[in-house]
């Protein structure tokens, strides 16, 4: 389920979905994220330098 979510939406690398599962035993995509987290105190954005990071993110959006 997470990976057509995130073939459907064209999502590459690193990621976030989150889901629910009801009482019938269905699931449910509530929000399916390509960049979770991005802040500059977020140790996963931080490690490799939050303004790099950034930048990369948006030279990409730019290139598309």
């Known amino acids: 389920i997470a990976q ?3 073939d459907t939406l064209g999502i590459r690398g690193y990621g976030s979905l989150d889901m629910r599962l009801d009482d019938l035993g269905r699931i449910t995509v509530l929000e399916v994220n390509a960049n979770p ?3 500059s105190d ?3 954005w931080s490690a490799r330098g939050f303004d790099r990071i950034v930048r990369l993110i948006v030279e990409a959006a730019l290139r598309a």
Do not use: C, D, L, M
Request: charge should be positive; glycine fraction near 12%; proline fraction near 11%.
């Open 4 to 6: 057509k979510a995130f």
């Open 37 to 39: 987290g991005i802040s």
């Open 42 to 44: 977020s140790p996963v």
